[in-house]
T-cell receptor, first 115, second 118 residues
């Protein structure tokens, strides 16, 4: 069965420190891959996506993610975290050519940033 | 700027009440979705619609129904609210596959409607 695993329920990092949020997926073929961010009390906003080409993708707010086919992973990174990055982050996968109908979300990782 | 608007951000209802959650998008998207978000469970798809008056069940449709009378509006209905339907409800929309070369099915979300059923 298709699934998305975010192994860390929550992570705490110091402001200015680097960040890596893990995401592993189980799928028969390479799907589209997404990271969304949800600030407190808000809906989800797309941070970045991968569908082909360069396996290192750049997103908004200084985030990047690397697709590793051999590990079925799509980890999110940021070199220096800001207090405003405190939010919940969702990894998601969608099969090719399904127009969002079959998007599967991970359970989310909540990021806390300490001063 | 593209926008998905959920009319009610916070609602408190009593068990057995009928609840309407409204969602409007201004992006001319064909596809619209209702998700339920609960801690530790991520987002679960309740219903989706790919055209006016068309709807399909998602993963957890029990206790819910939907209505799509106009392209821009997708409503979620709880016919008789129960306490286990206390949750955050998120509406989303997207273009259909093939609508543009860059379309990969990314979802555009509203800000959510937090429903409490007492």
């Amino acid at each position: 069965a298709q699934s998305v695993t975010q192994p860390d329920i929550h992570i705490t990092v110091s402001e200015g420190a680097s960040l890596e949020l893990r995401c592993n997926y189980s799928y028969g073929a390479t799907p589209y891959l997404f990271w969304y961010v949800q600030s407190p009390g808000q809906g989800l906003q797309l941070l970045l996506k991968y569908f082909s080409g360069d396996t290192l993708v750049q997103g908004i707010k200084g985030f990047e993610a690397e697709f590793k086919r051999s590990q079925s992973s799509f980890n999110l990174r940021k070199p220096s975290v800001h207090w405003s990055d405190a939010a919940e982050y969702f990894c998601a996968v969608a099969p090719l050519n399904t127009g969002g109908f079959k998007t599967i979300f991970g359970a989310g990782t909540r990021l806390f940033v300490k001063a | 700027d593209v926008k998905v608007t959920q009319s009610s951000r916070y609602l408190v209802k009593r068990t057995g009440e009928k609840v309407f959650l409204e969602c409007v998008q201004d992006m001319d998207h064909e596809n619209m979705f209702w998700y339920r978000q609960d801690p530790g469970l991520g987002l679960r798809l309740i219903y989706f619609s790919y055209d006016v008056k068309m709807k399909e069940k998602g993963d957890i449709p029990e206790g819910y129904s939907v209505s799509r009378e106009k392209k821009e509006r997708f409503s979620l209905i709880l016919e008789s609210a129960s306490t286990n339907q206390t949750s955050m409800y998120l509406c989303a929309s997207t273009l259909p596959v093939g609508a543009s070369r860059s379309n990969t099915g990314e979802l555009f979300f509203g800000e959510g409607s937090r429903l409490t059923v007492l």
